[in-house]
């Protein structure tokens, strides 16, 4: 079956009318990338967030490459990453030819575990990346504490995480840079698309600095001041947002408190039909801070629900429901392995992910698509009980 006629997809963009006037109206605007609408855009994701910094870039991968530039992070030091994390995390340290250090996740949350990272730190160590996995904040206190401790520096990959709060406070706002994606299965999207938040002005001038060739001055800034010249100060890129991607993040962003509410809901709906079934472990909800649900990731224990993970995976294909699943530990994919980081074991991420799945979940989800797949997933339990 195609995947776009499955009935409970993994993910549908919840794209408005106000979204669609956005996008036209700036294809009816003089600047089409690199004007006002990416400022605007970051302006008002400084508010949201409370950072104090934001800069718009191309992707989450763009932002966490320009991190490890603006921190100055080069060959033959160490950053630590989670190893149950998406390529970019660990990549974004190998494009300035530094070395990621995988690292184990905690079991009751699959983040990265704070007491690893510890034990991780060594002389060439210069970051940590934490990843708030499927919207829900890290140990942010004790990481934080650590770092201090050793003089590191903190990334925060919230990929996954807009909007989620850690004791108050929004991810984000607690390292040295906070990157964001708003690729379309996001919190928020503007199709492909980043931001990094900081609380340091001059890092921040680093880095849009880098975002845009080293350049001492855009175009739009030289029309505006009626000037030619430019500079280029040092080796940058092109990881500009263009100005229809950051007018859809503006509208988006103006109504992510429903977006994020509808989500959370949904998982609560999800979580109160499949809590009874036995041999499935819903997500954990820690107490000091809010989950998102970015990913809904359930675990599929083989011996108490009968079959394991591959299998149900593909019972729930088969009957036109798409779940996914969120992440092979990265020492386990080729790339990895060839590059020399396949000899390590990593035993809580490694028995995690032949365990997880993340089910369908986007804002526009209805209780009867739920209950379909809770309905299914019953049904595949061997002792058949159903949820409440
Ligand atoms: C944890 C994590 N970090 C980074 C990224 C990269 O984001 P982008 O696609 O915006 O580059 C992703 C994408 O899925 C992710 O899951």
């Known amino acids: 079956m195609d995947k776009t006629e499955n009935e409970v997809p993994f993910f549908v963009p919840w794209i408005t009318e106000e979204d669609r006037k956005a996008v036209l109206e700036v294809l009816s605007s003089r600047w089409l990338t690199g004007g006002p609408k990416a400022k605007e855009f970051e302006k008002l994701f400084t508010t949201y967030t409370g950072a104090k910094y934001s800069v718009s870039v191309s992707s989450c991968t763009a932002a966490l490459h320009l991190a490890m530039r603006a921190l100055n992070i080069g060959p033959k030091e160490e950053v630590i990453v989670p190893v149950l994390t998406f390529a970019a995390t660990a990549n974004a340290p190998l494009f300035v030819g530094a070395n ?34 499927g919207g829900q904040p890290c140990d942010m206190k004790e990481i934080m504490e650590i770092a ?10 919230c990929a996954h995480a807009l909007g989620a709060l850690y004791q108050g406070k929004n991810v984000g706002t607690f390292g040295a840079v906070g990157c964001f994606s708003f690729y379309p299965t996001k919190i928020i999207t503007t199709i492909e698309g980043g931001m990094a938040t900081t609380h340091d002005k001059n890092f921040a001038d680093r ?21 030619w010249y430019y500079d280029v100060v040092d080796l940058g890129y092109n990881y500009r947002m263009n100005e229809v991607q950051a007018a859809l993040g503006i509208s988006q962003l103006k109504r ?44 599929v224990l083989r011996e108490k629900f009968g079959i394991d993970r591959n299998e149900l995976f593909k019972r729930l294909s088969a009957k036109g429901i798409a779940p996914s699943v969120h992440f092979t530990p990265l020492h386990l994919l080729t790339f990895y392995k060839e590059a020399g980081y396949g000899k390590q074991s990593f035993p809580v991420a490694e ?10 979940l986007f804002p526009t989800i209805s209780r009867a698509q739920i209950d379909f797949v809770a309905k299914e997933i019953a049904e595949n339990c061997k002792s058949k009980k159903l949820g409440k």
């Open 148 to 157: 201090e401790d050793h003089n590191i520096e903190v990334v925060e990959d």
């Open 100 to 133: 990621p250090v995988f690292t184990d996740i905690d079991e009751k949350n699959f983040n990265i575990s704070p007491k690893q990272i510890e034990e991780r730190i060594t002389k060439k160590t210069k970051a940590v990346i934490v990843v708030h996995y």
């Open 256 to 299: 992510i408190d429903e977006i994020n509410e509808k989500r959370k809901e949904a998982a609560r709906y999800y979580t109160q039909k499949l809590n009874g079934i036995e041999g499935i472990v819903v997500p954990n909800e820690e107490e000091d801070r809010t989950h998102l649900y970015h990913l809904y990731a359930i675990r």
């Open 207 to 227: 880095l849009q600095l880098l975002r845009e060739h080293g350049m001492t001055k855009t175009a739009y800034a030289r029309e505006n001041n009626a000037s």
């Open 351 to 360: 028995r995690i992910s032949k365990e997880i799945m993340s089910l369908p």
